[in-house]
């Protein structure tokens, strides 16, 4: 009856103790039953339906000792099947399925065989498991990009602290092979820093004014007002406005907020000195007096310098302005004050829903309710066992 799920019963409460108590055990390194892993040829979602709508709400061993009203599990339902004097224990993971035969060694053309009969039986059953189907939350896992974003920004970050003090340039003495050769390596070492701060500062001053708009973007998203949800070319035309204005209309555009943003506060002139920024280097604009970093006189094509040192390592030196890492540095933490400036204005309810998806690479959408959540522990967890799987049997499925 292994094959015929169709006849496949649910034991009684009284068979399940005593399967517990009596199942067969491998004896002398013999197994007593089979075990296979389904990660491709069975659909968790359709084994489940066609499960729960058989034998109804999972009620085996696993699901028994499961956390409640938690994701955060590694077996996250199980049902225990009698197959005539046979026991099936089916069982769900994250992504897989685990089917476990007591009472017979089941060779892979078997394992071929069983899940071709249960699928068959799918037909039979397709009424049921429709209705059963009907009643599950759909969601959609999406990429938070606020948090992509951060951790790109993070990891510049941390680039430029480790480089955030600038070398000495003070020339060696040259007088010795000794000094020659220390210098070399002085210019050597100036060379493949900048080349390593330069992209890491350029970068992060690009970055920052996008974080920052992404922050305030994923406010808007998780804490939008019902007038919004309600409406998409309302919500569109908000989430489109230039970034103060979005920043002045978070207190009525979405909920949770005990107050608005202070234009005259501090946090908010540094966050409104890192986006007024943007634009001009988002368009590698040039400007004379701001970008320069040294004056020179020049008698026809003379060149002189007001202060001498030497040429090369003065080359450097004045990259370090260009480079600017204090100011990326301090522009960056400035839009890290804003964020806990915003959260600091919503009610505790609200703060905390957005800070618990501020970190989440992935969230929820139910976009039949329009609803945003998380899904899932910020942690993946799996069981590596010594078990067979069924894209790995040396058989034509």
């Given at each position: 009856?292994?094959?015929?799920p ?9 068979e399940m ?18 075990i ?9 979602l359709?084994?489940?339906?066609y ?5 109804g ?30 026991m099936?224990?089916?069982q769900?993971g ?16 078997d ?10 039986d799918?037909?039979r ?28 920004c993070?990891g ?5 602290t ?41 970068s992060l001053?690009?970055i ?15 804490t939008?007002?019902d ?28 909920k ?9 506060s501090d ?17 590698g604009?040039i ?53 806990q ?44 066992m010594?078990?067979?799987?069924d ?7």
């Amino acid at each position: 009856m292994i094959f015929a799920p169709e006849k496949w019963e649910k034991p009684e409460p009284g068979e399940m103790t005593d399967y517990l108590k009596n199942r067969p055990m491998a004896r002398d390194g013999e197994p007593r039953g089979s075990i296979l892993v389904f990660r491709k040829h069975l659909s968790p979602l359709a084994v489940y339906k066609y499960l729960v709508s058989r034998f109804g709400p999972p009620y085996g061993f696993q699901t028994f000792v499961k956390k409640p009203n938690d994701s955060d599990n590694l077996v996250h339902w199980d049902y225990l099947i009698k197959a005539g004097s046979i026991m099936i224990t089916i069982q769900g993971g994250n992504r897989d399925i685990q089917v476990q035969i007591d009472g017979k060694i089941m060779s892979p053309e078997d394992w071929v065989q069983f899940a071709k009969a249960l699928k068959g039986d799918f037909g039979r059953c397709s009424a049921e498991m429709a209705k059963a189907g009907a009643s599950f939350e759909r969601w959609s896992i999406v990429s938070n990009r606020f948090v992509m974003i951060a951790d790109a920004c993070a990891g510049l970050h941390e680039a430029l602290t480790e480089e955030a003090d600038a070398p000495n340039y003070t020339p060696h003495n040259r007088n010795t092979e000794e000094g020659v050769q220390e210098y070399y390596a002085k210019i050597r070492e100036a060379g493949q820093r900048a080349n390593r701060v330069f992209s890491a500062s350029l970068s992060l001053d690009l970055i920052t004014p996008v974080l920052a708009e992404a922050f305030v973007n994923l406010v808007i998203f998780l804490t939008q007002r019902d007038e919004l949800k309600q409406n998409q070319r309302q919500y569109d035309h908000y989430i489109r406005q230039p970034i103060d204005t979005r920043v002045f209309d978070l207190h009525m555009k979405c909920k949770g907020f005990a107050r608005g943003i202070d234009q005259n506060s501090d946090e908010y002139k540094a966050f409104k000195r890192v986006m007024d920024r943007r634009n001009h280097h988002l368009h590698g604009n040039i400007d004379p007096v701001k970008d320069a970093v040294e004056t020179v006189f020049f008698d026809k094509f003379t060149p002189l310098y007001q202060r001498g040192g030497d040429p090369i390592l003065e080359l450097f030196k004045k990259k370090e302005a260009v480079f600017d890492i204090p100011g990326v540095l301090g522009r960056y933490q400035d839009v890290h004050v804003f964020f806990q400036y915003v959260l600091a204005l919503m009610e505790t309810k609200s703060r905390g829903e957005v800070e618990m998806l501020m970190s989440d690479e992935t969230f929820g959408y139910d976009a039949s309710r329009k609803k945003p959540g998380r899904l899932f522990a910020s942690h993946e967890v799996m069981m590596l066992m010594p078990l067979d799987h069924d894209d790995e049997l040396d058989v034509v499925w």
